[in-house]
């Protein structure tokens, strides 16, 4: 979470998706990655269909020059 306030600090890099991919699953660790500034949060084991879906959903928003507000991922 550390690298996601780092790359949102910088502007070369703030408009970057950040997806954080844990272990960690409770309510409370997903409240702090999007806090920290996470865009999506994936609690593992991770389902692979869904990271697709995922990263085609952030590079879209990316592209029309937005960013997702805690994109929610099942």
Do not use: C, N
């Amino acid at each position: 979470l550390s690298l996601a306030r780092v790359l949102r600090a910088d502007r070369a890099t703030a408009a970057l998706p950040i997806v954080v991919v844990s272990a960690f699953a409770t309510p409370d660790d997903e409240e702090r990655a999007y806090a920290e500034g996470a865009d999506a949060f994936m609690a593992k084991p991770i389902d692979t269909r869904h990271v697709v879906t995922l990263v085609e959903t952030l590079a879209a928003l990316s592209a029309a020059g937005l960013r997702a507000a805690a994109l929610p991922v099942e």
